[in-house]
T-cell receptor, first 117, second 115 residues
Framework: AQSVTQLDSQVPVFEEAPVELRCNYSSSVSVYLFWYVQYPNQGLQLLLKYLSGSTLVKGINGFEAEFNKSQTSFHLRKPSVHISDTAEYFCAVSFIRRRDSNYQLIWGAGTKLIIKP | NAGVTQTPKFRVLKTGQSMTLLCAQDMNHEYMYWYRQDPGMGLRLIHYSVGEGTTAKGEVPDGYNVSRLKKQNFLLGLESAAPSQTSVYFC??????????????FGPGTRLTVL
């Protein structure tokens, strides 16, 4: 069965330091991969997505993610974080179900990014 | 362009009471979704709709009902609220096929507490 694992529930990091938020998935079929961000007291919004092509995907606010098929990972990175990046980040995986050929979207549990001044 | 809006933002219910959450989108999207978000569990799909007049069960549908009488609105009902339904509820919409390559657009959420 398909699954998404975000290995860290919280990641504290100092302002202007780099950060990596980890996402691993398990799937026997091709997938599409997404990162969404949820700022405090707001709904989720798309940061970036991988559909095909270059494995390095650039998103909004200076974030990027790299799709690694062999390691089934889609880690999110930013070279220098700002206090405004304080948020919860969700990884999601979309795939086609074999049993009915419909799409399904599975969400990770989320990682809270805590920026320390 | 308001995007996706949700009403109300907060609500406190007593066990056994009923209520309806309203979601509205102005992007003319075909697909709409109701999720619940609980700590450490990410988002779980309650029900969804692939078009006006259609609804389908998601991952955790028990205790909820939905209706999509108009394309822009998607209502979530709790028939008899239970403390286990204390959660933050998000509505989302998308233009293309559910869960495919398309981006989902989310409302700001409704925080529901059931005492």
């Amino acid at each position: 069965a398909q699954s998404v694992t975000q290995l860290d529930s919280q990641v504290p990091v100092f302002e202007e330091a780099p950060v990596e938020l980890r996402c691993n998935y398990s799937s026997s079929v091709s997938v599409y991969l997404f990162w969404y961000v949820q700022y405090p007291n707001q709904g989720l919004q798309l940061l970036l997505k991988y559909l095909s092509g270059s494995t390095l995907v650039k998103g909004i606010n200076g974030f990027e993610a790299e799709f690694n098929k062999s390691q089934t990972s889609f880690h999110l990175r930013k070279p220098s974080v700002h206090i405004s990046d304080t948020a919860e980040y969700f990884c999601a995986v979309s795939f086609i179900r074999r049993r009915d050929s419909n799409y399904q979207l599975i969400w990770g549990a989320g990682t809270k990014l805590i920026i320390k001044p | 362009n308001a995007g996706v809006t949700q009403t109300p933002k907060f609500r406190v219910l007593k066990t056994g009471q009923s209520m309806t959450l309203l979601c509205a989108q102005d992007m003319n999207h075909e697909y709409m979704y109701w999720y619940r978000q609980d700590p450490g569990m990410g988002l779980r799909l309650i029900h969804y709709s692939v078009g006006e007049g259609t609804t389908a069960k998601g991952e955790v549908p028990d205790g909820y009902n939905v209706s999509r009488l108009k394309k822009q609105n998607f209502l979530l009902g709790l028939e008899s609220a239970a403390p286990s339904q204390t959660s933050v509820y998000f509505c989302a919409s998308s233009q293309q096929s559910f869960g495919s390559t398309d981006t989902q657009y989310f409302g700001p959420g409704t925080r529901l507490t059931v005492l």
